[in-house]
């Protein structure tokens, strides 16, 4: 496997259930995040996670819940979801080379996640 | 807040055809600006970009910055049909924040 790998790719889940996404980086980067993607709407950041400790919380609900065990492995777990939710959810990965310099993101695949 | 602002938000050409894609942000503690393309699903990288007037170039992309003016281009000469996609451009600053996205239909 290369590059950055989400699974499952399609998800299809009712209000009450409870999953998880799960995100693999096989690029030996220091950083990871959750994005949301909606129709017609930006790419919204959701939480950072940098060297494993979760560095960005972009004001997102309690029923998207990261785990971020190590810094290859970055999941969001789901639980009582709203229809509004439903979304592709990208997951990306970067080396942070510290204050003052940039890099670039490398996405995954995305989950659709539909909400029923 | 931070913004990222991109026009036209859809655009349509034919092959051929030279495409001028805007991008004008502001983003606090600028780093750089960068170019995503996104297909079918994930972005992939194009440019980034961190200094006024120098031109990033890869074949018939290019792309340049105005820090003064807080504002980037994306151009794409001699467009295929493969060149449709949505193209983001995103704002380094604390975070990664991106615009809306531009998407770019080359018809053959």
Known sequence: ETGVTQTPRHLVMGMTNKKSLKCEQHLGHNAMYWYKQSAKKPLELMFVYNFKEQTENNSVPSRFSPECPNSSHLFLHLHTLQPED??????ASSQDKGQGTSYEQYFGPGTRLTVT | EDKVVQSPLS???HEGDTVTLNCSYEVTNFRSLLWYKQE?????FLFMLTSSG????SGRLSSILDKKELFSIL????????????????????????GPGTRLSVLP
């Open chain 2, 54 to 57: 120098i031109e990033k170039k």
């Open chain 2, 11 to 13: 655009l349509v050409v």
């Open chain 1, 86 to 91: 439903s979304a592709l959810y990208l997951c």
């Open chain 2, 40 to 44: 079918k699903k994930a972005p992939t």
């Open chain 2, 75 to 98: 151009n794409i000469t001699a467009t295929q049909t493969g060149d449709s996609a949505i193209y983001l451009c995103a704002g380094h600053g604390q975070n990664f924040v991106f």
